[in-house]
């Protein structure tokens, strides 16, 4: 088979989950969005679901429903983008409960949907989404009355502990939501490191369930292993890879493995990689290709059937770091060709 495998450690997911849950006094709810960060929406949410988490975040409708489909009835789906024209049936029919960010939009809410649940989005300063202090002055009576699920409001900058920035939307959520009974939330993952300040009475985190920075203590959740297509002998001054960028400096053993930047292993990465055979590193040589990578095996001493590209170690941060990304989007775009495997 010439495909990478994908190996999903829903274990790990959980107690990724249960370390952040237990950073906090509050609830803690799971963000699944754009298919559970590339890992599968359904899986995650039911693996979750089945951890004790009841309330799940998606940034569309859309992709609600999915989730609304894996979860049956009962936990409580919520979507980012709020209620959008053209949402309302599927809002009602599969009981998402939409965070609007406008005015507009709480009245297509309350006009087409009276008495259905919806939470209320504030920009604390990210301007992003959600209404902003004045706009929400004008509608925080009318909104009350409706008894909304939930007040929130997102962090721009809570990777970066030291940045002035946090307390600055901290002090303005604070303002535009003191006195009111409905519940609060303003952490994802990195807001939750920031303590209990910044807890309200729910989290949102996302990346760190999937193992990813800025939560240090996170376990790795994917996994990628490689098979190895073909391997090779290469003379010294023989070159490897489109537009010759590697050129062997000695006698040398050379494998083709089966994945590329159309796995979502950007090409970007070149040669600042390595994939690992067991513990041992093998340098990625050349260019990346969309379906292949070159790999120096020389000190292997044998020819490996697969290569691990994503490992407890080579995570999803340090292929970021290389790519100069971030790790949500190594694992968003890992795409639709791996074989993928569930463990738990
Ligand atoms: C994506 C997102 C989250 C989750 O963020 P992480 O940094 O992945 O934990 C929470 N809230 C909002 C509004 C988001 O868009």
């Not at 929406?41 to 988490?53: E, I, K």
Request: hydrophobic share 40%.
């Amino acid at each position: 088979m010439a495909t990478a495998k994908l190996t999903i450690d829903l274990a790990a997911l959980v107690r990724n989950w249960q370390a952040l849950d237990a950073k906090t006094n509050c609830e803690t709810a799971a963000v699944v969005k754009a298919d559970g960060y590339g890992l599968g929406a359904a899986r995650v949410a039911r693996t979750l679901a089945g951890a004790g988490v009841r309330k799940f975040f998606v940034a569309a409708t859309e992709e609600g429903a999915e989730v609304r489909q894996a979860l049956g009835p009962g936990p409580e789906i919520n979507i980012f983008s709020g209620h959008m024209s053209g949402d309302t049936d599927m809002i009602n029919d599969l009981q998402l409960t939409p965070m609007v960010n406008s005015i507009d939009q709480m009245l297509r809410h309350v006009e087409s949907l009276p008495g259905r649940p919806f939470g209320v989005q504030l920009d604390s300063g990210m301007n992003r989404l959600g209404m902003e202090p004045a706009e929400w002055a004008a509608l925080r009576e009318i909104a009350e009355q409706q008894a909304p699920t939930l007040i929130m409001s997102h962090l721009s900058c809570a990777d970066d502990p030291e940045n002035p920035m946090n307390a600055q939307q901290l002090a303005a959520f604070i303002e535009m939501t003191e006195g009111l009974e409905a519940p609060r939330s303003l952490a994802a993952t990195g807001g939750i490191l920031l303590g209990k300040d910044y807890h309200f009475d729910l989290t949102r985190p996302g990346v760190g369930l999937y193992g990813g920075t800025p939560f240090e203590e996170a376990e790795p959740v994917a996994h990628v292993s490689i098979p190895v297509i073909q391997c090779r002998d290469v003379e010294p001054g023989e070159t490897v890879g489109y537009s010759n960028t590697w050129t062997a400096k000695r006698p040398s053993r050379v494998a083709t493995i089966a994945a590329g930047y159309a796995d979502g292993l950007p090409r970007i990465m070149g040669e600042n990689i390595s994939v690992y055979h067991g513990s041992t590193a093998c340098p990625v040589i050349g260019r990346i290709s969309m379906d292949m990578i070159g790999v120096d095996v020389t000190d292997l001493g044998e020819d490996p059937r697969e290569l691990d590209i994503l490992t407890e170690d080579q995570t999803v941060d340090v292929l970021a770091d290389a790519a100069g990304t971030i790790g949500y989007e190594i694992l968003t775009s890992l795409g639709g060709r791996y074989d993928r495997r569930y463990t738990s």
